[in-house]
């Protein structure tokens, strides 16, 4: 799921988490009391196990002192010694949030916290199951579905959203506002106290927007602390042109996204970034029209972008985790034809536990575009992806389109063929089969939501020279099915490869 745009605009803005402490008590005036903790990141915990916390205060007091609190179940050692130790409970059932807060003695409003999710047992905490079905509204196709826990930050007030397609061709966490109705979570505002929203355009025109705003996020035993991510409004008001870019849809309904929300775990750490270098930031000269600063009325019709620095972009989740934090795995069963439903795996880390390596994987290395090399029917496709976000193979071909659907093609008999693959700026020598079914009579069969054999055009056939016309292989979901597929997060340490890269 690929689709945003560059404009020749530039802005400079500074930011504040709208949730950050200040000073307060006997500090001076203009010297805030700051509280930091270590770790840092949130923590998975078995039973029984125990998690040291250090705080380090930066005051101008004398009283360096903390005060420990504890949200959920397990026991502390004190309420003032630092460090302190967390015990979690000798018995857990199934999992469970719990979180420690340190106050600073100087200012109360110096605070800091570290989630921690309990588990039944450590092994197998790093995978989340994985389904595709018919999706909250229905009518879903090739949607691969997780269930994504969202936390108040430092809080254990949670809401678990079932089916949040799982992306590997974006990257943050959007979720729609009306599958969290119950939670109240800080907004990211700007030094004038506007609110920050964010915009993702998709390439049929139609977008997602919504304020960027701070949550706790758990995905079964993995959890990412303080996560920056997308809340998608409910409302269709105040959206300035630059993010609609003509557009007159706002997926920000079940029925129109086909889920409650997307989590992107692809190859990068946040939403504007690509191999090193920031679309929204300002350091290019223009930036994108992702991010839009609004005061409480709302944004309006002709308000540009801003620049955003990148820790304050809507983030990969998966960077935020304390180990398994280098990419993911991606594992589900053969498919031909059809299914009414398909279950697999999201494993989170490469290279850090068992059920994680990659083995004897091949790994293709990306470009500086974050893409890789596809020869397919004579065409060397220099700019192709791998993207579980897309529910089709989309290539350009003379197979023939469906009269009723152009986004997909409909042959009159099964197509086998194949395709080779190759790292950035390499040869294709990498043989993948696979076949094309015709849409119609997939589509037919109104049981089934997974298809493994659903293809559909990307751009016009043979038109691919020097990196113009239709130069794109999107290997979309279909090509999960009968693979484990890794992707490595630019700037994470991974053995076996230089991050960012595909494996299978």
Known sequence: MRGYFVVALFMTLGFAAGCGGSSGGSTPVGVPTTVSLTPAFGQVLAPSQTLTITAAVSTPSSNAGVTWTLSGPGSLSS??????????????????????????????SATAYVPITLTPAIAGSNVAPLTINSGPAGGSTNIAFVSVTICEPGTTTCATVDD????????????????????????????????????????DTTYLWGP??????????????QALLQVVSSSNSGIPSACTNGGTQNDNTPLLLGANGIIGIGAEPTDCILAGSDFCDGS???????????????????????A??????????????????????ITFPSLSGGA??????????????????????????????????TLYAGQTLTASFIDSGSNALFFPSSIVVCADNPNFY???????????????????????????DNADTLFGVTANTAFGTLGGPQGTANTCSNGTGSCSFD????????????TAIDGQSVSGGASPFWAY
Do not use: H, K
């Not at 469970?96 to 200012?107: I, L």
């Open 79 to 108: 309420s003032t010694a630092n460090p302190v130790t967390y015990t979690a409970p000798s018995s857990i059932n199934a999992n469970a949030a719990a979180v420690v807060t340190a106050t600073a003695d100087a200012s109360t």
């Open 164 to 203: 949040v397609q799982v992306d590997t061709g974006s990257e943050g966490l959007r979720i729609l506002q009306s599958a969290i109705p119950s939670l109240s979570l800080p907004t990211l505002t700007d030094n004038s106290g506007n609110d920050i929203n964010d915009c993702v355009q998709f390439l």
């Open 212 to 225: 960027v705003q701070e949550a706790d996020v758990r995905v079964n035993g993995e959890i990412g602390g």
């Open 284 to 306: 290019l000269g223009s930036i994108s029209p992702v991010y839009f600063s609004c005061p409480s009325s709302g944004c309006s019709f002709g308000d540009s972008p801003v």
């Open 308 to 329: 955003v620095a990148s820790n304050n972009q809507v983030t990969n989740p998966v960077v935020l985790f304390p180990t398994d934090n280098q990419g993911t795995a």
């Open 340 to 373: 009414a439903s398909l279950d697999g795996t999201l494993t989170f880390g490469i290279g850090t536990q068992a059920n994680n390596a990659l083995g004897s994987a091949t790994v293709f290395e990306m470009d500086t575009n974050d893409n890789f090399v």
């Open 410 to 436: 409909c042959p009159a008999a099964t197509v086998a063929t194949s395709a080779l693959n190759g790292p950035g700026g390499g040869v294709p020598t990498f043989n993948v089969p696979f076949s094309v």
């Open 475 to 486: 290997w979309g979901l279909p090509f999960f099915f009968g693979r484990t597929v890794f």
